[in-house]
C-alpha cells in the first residue's frame, strides 16, 4: 500500500459502514453478521497486499449488495439478504474458507430454524 494512513482510514470507514447496515437486519441475522465482520476483519489485519485489495472490493461489494436490499424502506421489503456465490468463486477459496464459510450456513440455518419455530 502506498499510502498506509489512507488504507487504515478506509478500512476503518468500509468496517463501520457494514456495521451500521447490519442494524437493519433482524436481530440474530444482525449478531452473526457483526461477529463474522469482526472475526474477518481482524483475521486480515496482517495479509499481503494483493489479498488486501480483493478483501477491500468484495466487503464493499457486501457493504451495496446489503445497502440495496435494505433499500429506504427496512428489511422488510427484502425478500432475502446477500447473494448466492457462484461456484468459480467457490473454486478459488482455500480449504479453511470453505470450512468458514460451512460454519456460517450452519449458523444461519440455525437462525432460520429458531425463527420457524417461533412462527
Not at 39 to 47: P, S
Not at 70 to 92: C, I, N
Not at 93 to 105: C, K, S, V
Request: glycine letters at 6%.
Amino acid at each position: 500500500m502506498s499510502n498506509p494512513a489512507g488504507h487504515l482510514k478506509s478500512v476503518r470507514v468500509l468496517y463501520k459502514t457494514i456495521l451500521r447496515l447490519h442494524r437493519g437486519l433482524p436481530e440474530e441475522l444482525q449478531s452473526l453478521g457483526h461477529q463474522y465482520v469482526r472475526d474477518e476483519f481482524k483475521r486480515h489485519k496482517t495479509c499481503n497486499p494483493a489479498e488486501a485489495a480483493v478483501f477491500m472490493q468484495e466487503w464493499r461489494n457486501y457493504a451495496v449488495t446489503l445497502a440495496e436490499q435494505l433499500g429506504v424502506r427496512g428489511p422488510k421489503t427484502a425478500s432475502k439478504f446477500g447473494r448466492d456465490l457462484e461456484e468459480q468463486a467457490l473454486d478459488k477459496f482455500r480449504d479453511d474458507q470453505i470450512a468458514q464459510l460451512y460454519e456460517l450456513m450452519l449458523a444461519a440455518k440455525n437462525i432460520e430454524s429458531e425463527e420457524d419455530k417461533k412462527s
